[in-house]
Every structure is written in C-alpha cells, then in structure tokens.
C-alpha cells in the first residue's frame, strides 16, 4: 500500500471518483484518495485525457 504523502499517516486506496475542475469543467476520473485525510490524487494520464477534452471544447 502507499502512504498518502500530504498527511504521511493514511493509506492510498484506489477510486473512480476523483472530482478534478480544469477550466470551470468538472470531470470525474480515476485516481488514489487517502483514506485519512481525503486528499485525492488523480491519475496522470488521466490528468492529461482531461485536460486534452477540455482543450478540444474551444
Ligand atoms: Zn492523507
């Protein structure tokens, strides 16, 4: 398991859930949440996917 670096105590679990805002543009997407602290990590490809549709929308 890998241990969430912003609070250093709660574990990383894997989610499809990840609420990432890009250019007022809410998405969802895969990533990690910390099961302590909440902090949530989206996956970079998915990052990248994300900030590709939002690009393609202008
Ligand atoms: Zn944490």
Same mark, same amino acid.
Do not use: H, W
């Given at each position: 398991? #890998?241990? @969430? $670096?912003? @609070? =250093?105590?709660? =574990?990383?679990?894997?989610? +499809?859930?990840?609420?990432? !805002?890009?250019?007022?543009?809410?998405?969802?997407?895969?990533? =990690?949440? @910390?099961? #302590? @602290? +909440?902090? !949530?990590? $989206?996956? =970079? +490809?998915?990052?990248? #996917?994300?900030? !590709?549709?939002?690009?393609?929308?202008?």
């Amino acid at each position: 398991m #890998k241990t @969430c $670096p912003s @609070c =250093e105590k709660g =574990e990383l679990i894997k989610v +499809d859930n990840v609420i990432m !805002e890009i250019e007022n543009y809410v998405f969802v997407v895969k990533g =990690e949440r @910390c099961t #302590k @602290c +909440d902090e !949530e990590f $989206p996956f =970079e +490809d998915e990052t990248q #996917k994300m900030i !590709e549709a939002s690009k393609n929308k202008y």
